[in-house]
């Protein structure tokens, strides 16, 4: 069956340290990959995304995220966390149409 | 890319009236529109894709009598929740797909008392 997995559930880091947020996908092709942001009672706004070419995609605020086919997975990072990233994460797919990871939730420790 | 707007961007209703939530395509036309709705920590949940000028798609499990949706042109779509219950109680969040990527609404906070 297609789906996103996104691992873990709440991470927490202190700022200023790297992060990456874990995102697999089960799909027949390739699909369109994204990562979204999400502030607590707010929509989703646009970090990344990867349709083909270069497998290391950089997104706004800081963050990249690097498709590896072998491993069906697209990891966001960001090499310095900022208090203002606490949120919650959410990669997605395009297939047909778009549908998402559980999401992670970011907690950044002062 | 695409700047999406909803409104209200919350509502209180009491069980059994019908509520509309308006989502706008402010500087581009859609005609596909998403509707998707996420429970509390949760994911969101794509519920029904918007056609302009035609019949809406709705994803499975989704009553489409109990959620109706118009895409009267090619900036507005609406959904109303009729009959609204407590379990509808939800965050619902709209979209428009630009370029290849999807960009969304800020989202409306429903609440059924």
């Known amino acids: 069956a297609q789906s996103v997995t996104q691992p873990d559930i709440h991470i927490t880091v202190s700022e200023g340290a790297s992060l990456e947020l874990r995102c697999n996908y089960s799909?027949?092709?390739?699909?369109?990959l994204f990562w979204y942001v999400q502030s607590p009672g707010q929509g989703l706004q646009l970090l990344l995304k990867y349709f083909s070419g270069d497998t290391l995609v950089q997104g706004i605020k800081g963050f990249e995220a690097e498709f590896k086919r072998s491993q069906s997975s697209f990891n966001l990072r960001k090499p310095s966390v900022h208090w203002s990233d606490a949120a919650e994460y959410f990669c997605a797919v395009v297939n047909n149409d778009m549908r998402f990871g559980a999401g992670t939730r970011l907690t950044v420790k002062p | 890319g695409a700047v999406v707007s909803q409104h209200p961007s919350w509502v209180i209703c009491k069980s059994g009236t019908s509520v509309k939530i308006e989502c706008r395509s402010l500087d581009f036309q859609a005609t596909t529109m998403f509707w998707y709705r996420q429970f509390p920590k949760q994911s969101l949940m794509l519920m029904a894709t918007s056609n302009e000028g035609s019949k809406a798609t709705y994803e499975q499990g989704v009553e489409k009598d109990k959620f109706l949706i118009n895409h009267a042109s090619l900036t507005l779509s609406t959904l109303t929740v009729t009959s609204a219950h407590p379990e509808d109680s939800s965050f619902y969040i709209c979209?428009?797909?630009?370029?290849?990527?999807?960009?969304f609404g800020p989202g409306t906070r429903l609440t059924v008392l």
């Open positions: 979209s428009v797909r630009a370029g290849g990527a999807q960009y």
């Open positions: 799909y027949g092709a390739t699909p369109y």
